[in-house]
Each structure stands twice: as C-alpha cells, then as structure tokens.
C-alpha cells in the first residue's frame, strides 16, 4: 500500500480503509471509516464501474469525509463511513451485496449502511440478510429515505432564495434538475406544488417516460442543462459535475441539490461565489436521508419528513448566516462549522 494513501488518511482523519473480496461473487470494494468519535459511522454503498481503481479509493474517502461533516452540521451521534464497489462484468450481484452484509457485520456496529447510487431496496434486502447493520427496505425499517432527502433539498432551496433576495414567489421561479432519480422526482413533485415551472435532464430513457407521464416537467436534452437560464440549478446525478469549464457556463442564481461531491474540486464553491451564484453545500442539504436513517437506528424512532427537512433548513440557514456575517463562501463557511473551526 502506497505511503501515500497513509499520508492522505492522517491528513484528513481517516480510522480505517479495508480493502474487501469476494472470490464466490467476484466482488471487490472498498469500505472506508472516516470518524466514529461522535458515534457509529454512516454511509450507503455506491456502485459504480470506475475506470481505475485509484478513482473509487478517492470517491470513498471523499464520500465518507462529507459523511462526517453531514453529521457534525446536523449535530448527529454519529460519524462518516462509505462503500464503493467496483461494477463489473460477471459480477453476481446478489452474492456481491451478501459479501459486504457479512463485512459489515464483522464490524459489530461501528458503520451502518444504506442506499447509494446503483443500491436499491433489492440490494438493501441482500446486504440486511446478513447484517443488522443496514436499512432494511421493509416495513422493519426507517423508510422514506428519498423522501426526507427530497424533502431536505426544498427546504434548502427556499431557505437559500430567501437568503438571496427575500422572497420565494415560487411562480415565477424556475427550476432546472438534473437527474430524476428517487430524490428527483420526490424534489419536482415539490416544486411543481408550489407553481415553480420546472425543467430537467436525466440519461435514463425509461425515467424520462414515466416522468412525462406523471410530471409536468419540461425536459433538457441532458448536456445541456449549463447553458439554461434559470433560478436554481439542483443537481441530483452524480458527482464531480462542477469544474473548471461547467461553473463558467452556468446561467443560475442559486445551486442546491441531492448529488453528493457536486463540486470537482472545493475551490469550484470559491468560484461560483465570485461569479455571484450562491451554493449551497451538498453536506448541508442532502442530508435528510441520514437524519432519519440515524435517528431510526439510535433512538428506533422514525423522524417525520417534514421535521427532518426543517432540520436540514436550519443547518442551511445558520451555513448561510456565518457566510454573510464572515463575507466568506457558504462553502467556506460550512467547511469551518465542519471542521470544528467556528462554534
């Protein structure tokens, strides 16, 4: 293992990388505990068929590091852990998903685990044969996850528009989303609720027939969607999106949304703010799927949808606020509250 790798894991933090196996499924992954001194770590298990393997160990560490600062900002007994399992052909899926079930298990509490890109409620009932360590789909669990996500995204928006000129007028707002997944589709119901017009992109044709058939959302030819003018622009794909060429073709006032590690890199939230777009920080307002995941595993209560979103607005609020009352980034600002430099 590269000094390197152990360099990067002191520098942030970093308690535990195990490097998992499955010969029976042909699984690899890799499982990465970022911070357990609040609590037990949380995090799904994303899926996803990286071109090298030096990418998923880096969307591991990146992804259980925002984890933690989810948990921090939303005040949660807990801490940030995550699972990236390479895709590939010949993968038995079923098996895969049991093989990391055991591996958690063996972990005896410290991470529990839950859905991600490409984990599902199929997957979820696969890993939860093997460990009590994981959102059960079923009735036995907390339920609702994408929901209090979607949920958490509005609430942030508004508090962000409010933030930004004072009024929501959700009639003359638009929307543009990009990815119309489970949080997606939940967030759109929203807007188009309150009379936003709403627009959307989204790669997967079969998502795109039955939105149109449910939703009156106006599709963009996905690529596209930088070059849209509107209010706000909520990311709800895959990370990574906003670099170094995509930021300079935004046409938005605000960016809010579910994906996780939108920004390329953390000076890209330098950048929008200088160009007066305000973002908020994907660790603030997507974390409703974890406050009532958390709160189910360590009180067995589940957190109603709009409680968790309206403590996913406080959270954007009091980010928002420290930028103002500091002239920072929000960016900068939740990476301080974070990071345990601002009280």
Not at 84 to 100: F, N, P, S, T, W
Not at 106 to 134: F, H, K, M
Request: aromatic letters at 4%.
């Amino acid at each position: 293992m590269p000094l390197q790798l152990f360099d990067a894991m002191a520098r942030e933090g970093f308690e535990e990388l195990l490097a998992l196996h499955d010969a029976k499924s042909g699984m690899r992954a890799l499982l990465a505990i970022h911070d357990s001194s609040r609590g037990p770590a949380f995090g799904g298990i994303r899926r996803w068929s990286y071109a090298v393997n030096s990418t998923a160990l880096m969307d591991a560490l990146r992804l259980a590091r925002a984890m933690t600062r989810k948990c921090v900002l939303l005040d949660l007994p807990c801490g940030g852990g995550k699972v990236v399992m390479l895709d590939q052909e010949g993968l038995d899926l079923k098996q895969a998903y049991r093989a990391i079930g055991r591996a958690v298990e063996r972990l005896n509490g410290r991470y529990y685990t839950g859905p991600d890109v490409n984990t599902g409620p199929q997957e979820l009932g696969w890993v939860s044969a093997e460990t009590t360590y994981c959102t059960d789909p079923g009735p036995a669990g907390p339920g609702e996850l994408a929901s209090c996500t979607a949920e958490g995204v509005f609430q942030g928006m508004e508090a962000a528009l409010l933030n930004l000129d004072g009024e929501l007028d959700w009639p003359r707002r638009r929307v543009l989303i990009q990815g119309l997944g489970a949080v997606g589709q939940g967030l759109a119901q929203r807007l188009l609720e309150r009379g936003a017009k709403v627009l959307a992109t989204e790669i997967d044709p079969e998502r795109v027939s039955t939105v149109r058939a449910t939703l009156d959302v106006e599709m963009v030819e996905p690529g596209a969607e930088m070059e849209v003018v509107c209010d706000v622009f909520a990311p709800c794909a895959m990370g990574g999106i906003l670099h170094d060429l995509s930021v300079e073709r935004l046409h938005c006032k605000v960016v809010a949304g579910g994906a996780n590690n939108p920004l390329s890199r953390t000076e890209h939230g330098e950048r929008l703010h200088e160009r007066g777009i305000l973002f908020v920080p994907d660790f603030v307002i997507n974390a409703g799927a974890l406050v009532r995941g958390s709160v189910f595993h360590l009180e067995g209560r589940r957190e109603p949808v709009e409680e968790v979103g309206a403590r996913v607005r406080r959270s954007v609020e009091r980010v928002l606020g420290v930028a103002v009352e500091s002239d920072t980034s929000p960016m900068a600002a939740a990476l301080r509250l974070a990071d345990g430099e601002e009280s």
